[in-house]
T-cell receptor, first 111, second 116 residues
């Protein structure tokens, strides 16, 4: 059965450092991989989308990589700030069918 | 950007009563909307796909008679939790895609349902 894992339930890093979150999947061939941010008591907010034929995508301090051989995506936040503290979810999409979310990683950026 | 509005944000009801949650796409038409349920510190669980003008598609294990979905217009989908029980207490979130299947999901801010 399909399985999506995110490296850890929680991740603590120091302000200014780069946060790296991992999303691994099995038994799935996604056409797209997306990353969302969710704050407590709120709905997720879309951050970045990367296609299966793209290796890397950047947006301001965010960078996403997608390795379909390893079945893995890495999500980086450079120069992290306390305001980046939130839960980050990866999501796999296969042409609109079978849109699946990972369990999320709760990131805490310590001042 | 696209905005999805969900109402109410919080609701407390007694066992046996029904609760209706509304999800509106404010600046785009959504032929398809999605309803999720989320337990504390867990990820989103897709409950059903709401299709404008037709019946919703429910995920396995989700009772369609318990969770009634109506998508009467291109901007409004409603989820009614019927005969609510304490185990229905959860965080319910709706979402919609602005355009095609390869566009991201836009989420409402969720509804915290507490059944006493």
């Amino acid at each position: 059965s399909q399985k999506i894992e995110q490296n850890s339930e929680a991740l603590n890093i120091q302000e200014g450092k780069t946060a790296t979150l991992t999303c691994n999947y099995t038994n799935y061939s996604p056409a797209y991989l997306q990353w969302y941010r969710q704050d407590p008591g709120r709905g997720p907010v879309f951050l970045l989308l990367i296609r299966e034929n793209e290796k890397e995508k950047r947006k301001e301090r965010l960078k996403v990589t997608f390795d379909t051989t390893l079945k893995q995506s890495l999500f980086h936040i450079t120069a992290s700030q306390p305001a980046d503290s939130a839960t980050y979810l990866c999501a796999l999409d296969n042409y609109g069918q079978n849109f699946v979310f990972g369990p999320g990683t709760r990131l805490s950026v310590l001042p | 950007g696209a905005v999805v509005s969900q109402h109410p944000s919080r609701v407390i009801c007694k066992s046996g009563t029904s609760v209706k949650i509304e999800c509106r796409s404010l600046d785009f038409q959504a032929t398809t909307m999605f309803w999720y349920r989320q337990f504390p510190k867990q990820s989103l669980m897709l409950m059903a796909t709401s299709n404008e003008g037709s019946k919703a598609t429910y995920e396995q294990g989700v009772e369609k008679d318990k969770f009634l979905i109506n998508h009467a217009s291109l901007t409004l989908s409603t989820l009614t939790v019927t005969s609510a029980h304490p185990e229905d207490s959860s965080f319910y979130i709706c979402s919609a895609r602005r355009t095609g299947w390869n566009s991201p999901l836009h989420f409402g801010n969720g509804t915290r349902l507490t059944v006493t």
